[in-house]
């Protein structure tokens, strides 16, 4: 059983789904970092060159690819969710779990962060905000789960994911 880490940048997708990786011993993949491998540049420099929609199509042919793995766990973009086909992948083929956190949190996460093209705007806590409106609905339902990142350690998130999959029989499956 794949997986999947869902939420807003920052969220902790990438630390936690290591973390669980370890854990359940099965393979970590970053779907941000394979659509690097495959662009042979950073993310933020393909959306300047090539705008949004050319980075989306892309990243919907990484998720349809990535999300038929056997097993691991899979961390997703931020934006994942915004294209149907990718919820549909996501949520018909491996476990969600929406790592839900406050833009206030995250923006005291990653105001210093230069390599998060969509934060690279005047007012990043409102677009933060904006963001949390409107990707709230889509992560809720993509997700089989929901884990509300607060302020626990990354340790306490992967316990919190590991019982919700236990009690699922998810993690059993694995």
């Known amino acids: 059983m794949t997986i999947s880490l869902i939420g807003l940048p920052g969220s902790g997708k990438t630390t936690v789904g290591r973390q669980l990786s370890r854990r ?4 970590f993949l ?17 959306f ?18 990535l999300t038929q793995s056997k097993e691991g766990v899979l961390s997703t973009g931020g934006g ?5 086909e990718n919820r549909a992948h996501l949520h018909g083929r491996t476990r969600v ?8 949190d995250l923006f005291r996460r990653l105001r210093h962060d230069k390599n998060r093209p969509l934060l690279q705007v ?15 609905p889509l992560y809720r339902e993509t997700a ?29 499956a694995s």
């Open 122 to 136: 005047a007012d990043p806590l409102g677009r933060l905000r904006d963001l949390h409106t409107q990707r709230d």
């Open 24 to 27: 359940l011993r099965v393979p």
């Open 97 to 104: 779990v929406y790592l839900n956190s406050s833009p206030d």
């Open 80 to 84: 994942a969710v915004l294209r149907p």
């Open 48 to 65: 300047e060159r090539e705008g949004e929609q050319r980075f989306r199509d892309i990243e919907t042919s990484v998720i349809d690819e």
């Open 30 to 46: 970053d779907s941000d970092t394979v659509i690097e491998q495959q662009l042979g540049c950073s993310i933020r420099e393909f």
């Open 144 to 172: 089989h789960f929901q884990v509300d990142t607060g302020r626990p350690s990354v340790a306490s998130l992967v316990n919190m994911i590991l019982m919700q999959l236990d009690m699922d029989g998810a993690a059993a």
